[in-house]
C-alpha cells in the first residue's frame, strides 16, 4: 500500500494535494516537524495527525493484517539475490527462521480505511477537506472538458468536420445530441451501436440507455440517479457546434463546420460552457446553450461557486470566467468568426 507523507504544519496540512492524496490512499504516515518549525499550533496538528495514524494502524491489526512497507523490492535476477537463494536451497527446512509474510489487503479492507481516513480527517479539518474535495471536482470537471473537445478532433479527423449540433429526422425534427454521435470517439463504440439513430432521444428503447450516461458527460457534483449533464454547447449559427444544414436532414451522422472556419480561433472561442443544474438536461437530449443577447450569462455557473463558470475553448483549453465578465467580451467569445477584438480576462 502506497504510503503518503503529510507534514502536520498548518500551510501544509491545508494544501489540497495532501488532503486528496490522503483520501484516495490506503495510509496515512505523519512527519514531524522540524524542531525550528515546532509551535504550539504545529505540535498540535502533529498530535492529530498521530492519532489519525494511530487509529489506522488499530484498523489494519484489527483485520489481521499489516500495510505494505512502501520499500521497493530489489531487481531479483541480481547476483546478489541469487546467491541468497542458493543459500536458502541448502539450508535444512527446519533451521530457515519462519517469515510471517503479509497478504495483500482485501477490496473490503482498503474501503475501510479510506472511510475511515476520511472520517478522522474531516473531524479533524473539516474546512481544509472540504476545500481539497471542492478544488479535486473543479479539477475533475475540466479534465471532463478537455476530454470532450478532444473527441471533437477524433471526428474531425475521420468526418473532416467537426459533429453538428444535433441529428435530425427527413423534417428536421431534431432526434439525438451531439453527445450520442461522440461517443465513437470516447471510447464507447459499443454504447453508440445501440442507440436507434432514427429514433427520438425520448423513444422508448433510446430513453431506456439513458441510465448508461459515459463519466466524462457527469459533473462531479450531480446526483448518481439523475442522467442529465451539466455541459451544453454554445448554440447558434456562429459556433464552433451549428445546428445541421438542412442537405444534412436525416443523416445518421450530421456534420457541422470545419476547423478552417474558426477564424477568430479556437483559442478565442468557447466550444462548451457548465451551466447550474437548473439548465442541465438529459445527456441524449438534443438540446444545448442558447445564447440571448440581452442575458448571455443567464444559467451559467454552478453551485460550487456561483460567481464564476467553467467554459472549454475550441483549442482545449478551459479556463473559469467570472459571471461579472463584459457581456459584449462573453458574446464576442462564443462566435467563431465574428471578427470581434477580444480581450481574454
Not at 130 to 146: E, I, M, P, T, V
Not at 265 to 289: K, L
Not at 292 to 305: E, T
Request: glycine residues 6%; charged residues 20%; contains cysteine.
Amino acid at each position: 500500500m502506497q504510503q503518503i507523507l503529510i507534514d502536520a504544519e498548518l500551510n501544509d496540512v491545508f494544501s489540497s494535494d495532501n488532503v486528496v492524496a490522503a483520501l484516495d490512499a490506503g495510509v496515512v504516515t505523519v512527519t514531524e516537524p522540524t524542531p525550528s518549525r515546532q509551535t504550539p499550533r504545529g505540535r498540535w496538528f502533529a498530535v492529530m495527525f498521530s492519532l489519525a495514524a494511530l487509529a489506522l494502524t488499530t484498523i489494519v491489526i484489527i483485520n489481521g493484517r499489516q500495510p505494505d512497507s512502501g520499500m521497493v523490492a530489489s531487481n531479483t535476477n541480481t547476483p546478489l539475490n541469487q546467491q541468497a537463494d542458493v543459500e536458502r536451497e541448502v539450508v535444512p527446512s527446519e533451521t530457515v527462521p519462519a517469515t510471517d509474510i503479509p497478504p495483500e489487503l482485501s477490496e473490503q479492507e482498503r474501503e475501510a480505511l479510506k472511510e475511515l481516513a476520511a472520517s478522522v480527517l474531516y473531524k479533524l479539518f473539516p474546512p481544509a477537506v472540504q476545500s481539497a474535495r471542492d478544488s479535486s471536482k473543479r479539477f475533475q470537471s475540466g479534465n471532463n472538458l478537455k476530454e470532450i473537445v478532444k473527441a471533437f478532433y477524433r471526428f474531425h479527423e475521420k468526418h473532416g468536420r467537426f459533429p453538428a449540433l444535433y441529428s435530425t429526422d427527413a423534417s428536421g425534427k431534431p432526434l439525438l445530441s451531439w453527445r450520442v454521435h461522440l461517443l465513437p470517439y470516447l471510447e464507447n463504440e459499443e454504447l453508440y451501436r445501440r442507440f436507434r439513430l432514427d429514433d427520438p432521444w425520448d423513444s422508448e428503447h433510446n430513453r431506456a440507455l439513458l441510465s448508461e450516461m459515459p463519466t466524462v458527460y457527469r459533473c462531479p457534483e450531480t446526483a448518481d440517479d439523475l442522467y442529465v449533464t451539466n455541459y451544453l454547447a454554445i448554440s447558434s449559427e456562429s459556433s464552433i457546434l451549428i445546428p445541421p444544414a438542412q442537405a444534412m436532414f436525416g443523416a445518421t451522422t450530421p456534420l457541422g463546420i470545419s476547423k478552417k472556419q474558426v477564424t477568430d480561433g479556437t483559442s478565442n472561442t468557447i466550444a462548451i460552457v457548465e451551466v447550474s443544474d437548473g439548465r442541465a438536461c438529459e445527456w441524449t437530449r438534443p438540446q444545448d446553450f442558447l445564447v440571448v443577447a440581452d442575458m448571455p450569462l443567464n444559467g451559467l455557473g454552478h453551485a460550487r461557486d456561483p460567481k464564476v463558470f467553467l467554459t472549454a475553448f475550441g483549442d482545449g483549453s478551459t479556463r473559469f470566467l467570472s459571471r461579472d465578465l463584459n457581456l459584449k467580451t462573453f458574446l464576442g467569445l462564443t462566435t467563431r468568426n465574428g471578427g470581434e477584438p477580444v480581450d481574454l480576462p
